[in-house]
């Protein structure tokens, strides 16, 4: 680790939504952490917020519950600039990407062009938020580059590989961990509490109709049962977005339902609701993983298909696929126990113990007095149809420099934040009102 007489690893996070700054700065904590028992210093963590469609209000930040000593909103260009910066002063050891992969492929890029030679340079880590279920490849392919490429399970780690090794990419970067925010208690029943939750997706299942069918079962459920609270737990509010674009909201479909007295909306934290949760149902949320892990009785609905599409074919053997009829009659899925170990959710000594390979990947890297160049697997020579208009649209040069009329590396003060703020605002709420209000018609109209 740092050999500085500052002993705490200092780490940069750059993040493009509420969830993924929930991942990225977790898992700066665990990459800082010691083995089990052993004293660890909180690391140091400067957030950078990628400017976007899905970059979280203040509300969703709070909701996620994961600080940081600085946080700010950058575009690439800045974030690439402040990088810099703190790689020359020794301000960084470590940046972690939680970005989808675009905005991943173009930081790995960006960087590599800070530092074309062989440095003494940031380690750079990357990874998955949660389920990988669709865009295996893709994604992965377009966070090749990363220093280390975290899996989030022994699964994931044999597919990571497999797919760089399919391709001649060097897959040495791979390194088998565990999703970094699991924990909180392990579940216990208590008397007189009957509580049902369903976690909602923004874009699982996408379309209305399905949507309003899981909201009529979710409620015919609560009116079956009207000694139980059934809650529908939400990812956000109406104009603000999370990873993926949800057109259709929960809430909206809910108004001017006639809903049951047991049956309540709820936004906060997943793992202050999962302290009351007696039974967790979705479609394929990474809030299963959460239960999971925590031994709270869960169910991922087969209603709507086993498809990949829906993401919840990634739960195959799991022992927790079910459908509302059975759940209406009282059934409870028993998790099978070799599933839970494969997908890095088992409870207790083997969760800590899922990131002694980071640590050790970690250690390595960081007591090297340099490290070579940031090598991505797409260049302008594997993919010169592909990686430019990746690029482009984080305003990067085919090289990985910021194109001419980039965002300055310094923000504007006084007046002009002020004016900027209210633009950017005011376009970020017409482009949601577009997403959910205006895209949903002109779709409806043109299939009559």
Known sequence: MPSRTDSRLRIAVLADSDTRWKWGALTARRLAEQAPGAESAAPGITGFLLRGRATPTPRQLAEVGADA?????????????????????????????????????????????????????????TGYVGVVYEKLADGLLLRHGADVVLANSR?????????YEGVGADASAVTEAALPFLGGAAYRAEPGRDTVVFAAQPSVPESRADRQYLLRRLVGHARRHPGR??????????????????????????????????????????????????????????????SLHRSVPTAVLTDLGVREVLGNHHFLGSGCLASW???????????????????????????????????????????NESRPPI?????????????????????????????????????????????????????RGAYRHGVQRVAPVIRRMGEL
């Not at 909103?73 to 990407?97: H, P, R, W, Y």
């Not at 699964?155 to 797919?163: E, L, M, N, Q, S």
């Open 69 to 125: 000593d600085a946080l700010r909103e950058v575009t690439m260009a800045q974030f690439l600039a402040a990088a810099k910066e703190m790689a020359g002063s020794g301000a960084c050891d470590v940046i972690v990407l939680a970005l989808v992969g675009g905005a991943a492929q173009a930081a790995l890029h960006g960087l590599a062009a800070l530092w074309p030679g062989r440095t003494r340079r940031p380690v750079v880590v």
């Open 155 to 163: 699964h994931d780690a044999g597919r990571f590989r497999a797919v």
């Open 229 to 290: 609270e059934v809650v529908l737990k939400l990812r956000s509010k109406p104009g603000e977005h999370t990873t993926h674009i949800e057109e259709h909201p929960f809430q909206r479909l809910a108004k001017g339902m006639d809903l049951p007295p047991n049956f309540r909306l709820a936004y906060g934290n997943m793992g202050e609701v999962l302290d009351r949760t007696d039974l967790l149902v979705t479609v394929s949320s990474t809030a299963a993983l959460e």
């Open 325 to 367: 009829d059975q759940l209406d009659a009282g059934h409870r899925p028993a998790p099978d126990p070799d599933w839970l170990a494969a997908q890095g959710v088992a409870p207790g000594e083997a969760y800590h113990r899922a990131f002694d390979q980071v640590r050790e990947r970690m250690r390595e890297l960081l007591s």
């Open 375 to 427: 090598a991505p697997y797409y260049t302008a020579a594997t993919a010169p149809g592909y990686l430019p208009g990746i690029l482009a649209r984080h305003h990067l040069a085919p090289d990985g420099t910021p194109l001419p009329g980039a965002a300055p590396a310094t923000e504007p003060t006084g007046l002009r934040r002020v004016i900027r703020d209210a633009v950017r605002d005011a376009a």
